[in-house]
């Protein structure tokens, strides 16, 4: 595989960075366009190695450190989505590159989605997953709980709070993997918090920036995909969205929830990359990806 390639660009003189994994392809044209991977609010460059395995034979992998994530400087006062979107096209146009796949997961869907509007033709195919599109009130008081503990300075009491905010608990609804998951994105919001500088900032930025999913799209071939017990926003939310995107996909993935990228994380690797070079996922009739289970875990096991 080749070696990756990290440059540095800038918007309104808010510095950000870009990583591309070329694909490995050689003396071959790529499968498809370069696929640009953004992710939750506190997700990076370097989180997305079940994509670089899945996508990189076939072509560019691209992850990014957007304004307010991971190395890059935070963000500036003020609404934040045209900035974002900006720096979107910055990396586009660094590339070179005429069109891009777009795949955005949580919080990185209303990035993806709202460059999608603003550029549509830059963007050859759109995925999207665990989109945020309803956040209702109780998990609004979730977060403000866990805000509180932020401010307070109570970095575990947040991670707690904020990763069980993200994740279904129902013991009665099976999740894949949860308790792995669960830890995980523990870890990964301690990790945050203690290493970036400004992980408080984004965070609070994510939660009070409220993402705007209005305005249906048209003429870009579009998936949506849910975790069939996704607390965050439900899938049948999320099925409506999918309705105001012209001739879009939806599928809902079984046995996880908001987190679907890590309790399924082959299966999503392989949903999204068969979606970008053209072949149709395998779905039943309910919607709901019929994809082998991820190794690792026997079946029923958490």
């Known amino acids: 595989m080749p070696e990756e390639i990290i440059r540095t660009l800038s918007v309104d003189g808010v510095r950000y960075s870009y990583r591309v994994l070329p694909g490995a392809h050689p003396g071959e044209p790529p499968a498809t366009e370069p696929t640009l991977i953004l992710g939750g609010a506190l997700q990076g460059m370097f989180g997305w190695p079940q994509m670089d395995d899945h996508l990189g034979p076939a072509t560019d992998v691209v992850t990014a450190d957007l304004p307010g994530m991971g190395s890059a400087d935070p963000l500036p006062p003020g609404p934040s989505a045209d900035l974002l979107r900006r720096a979107v096209l910055g990396i586009a146009d660094d590339l070179g590159a005429p069109r891009l796949n777009v795949f955005g997961f949580s919080y990185g869907t209303a990035i993806a989605f709202g460059f999608a509007r603003r550029h549509r033709e830059r963007v050859a195919r759109l995925a999207l ?4 599109v309803h956040i209702d009130a109780v998990q609004v008081a979730c977060w403000e709980r866990a805000r509180q503990q932020l401010a307070a300075g109570d970095r575990e009491g947040f991670a707690a709070t904020a990763a069980d905010a993200l994740m279904c608990l129902d013991p009665e609804r099976p999740v894949h993997r949860r308790e792995l998951a669960r830890r995980y994105v523990r870890r990964s919001f301690l990790h945050a918090l203690t290493h970036s500088p400004h992980a408080a900032d984004s965070l609070y930025r994510a939660l009070a920036d409220r993402p705007d999913f209005s305005g249906g799209l048209t003429g870009v071939p579009a998936l949506v995909f849910a975790g069939e017990h996704d607390t965050v926003t439900p899938p049948a939310r999320q099925r409506e969205f999918a309705a ?13 929830d908001h987190w679907v990228v890590l309790e399924r994380a082959d299966e999503v690797a392989s949903l999204v990359s068969r979606f970008f070079i053209g072949r149709e996922p395998v779905a039943d009739e309910a919607g709901a990806v019929t994809l082998p289970r991820q190794a690792g875990a026997p079946a029923g096991r958490t």
């Open 129 to 132: 997953g665990g989109v945020p």
């Open 244 to 256: 105001t995107i012209e001739g879009s996909r939806f599928l809902t993935i079984g046995e996880s």
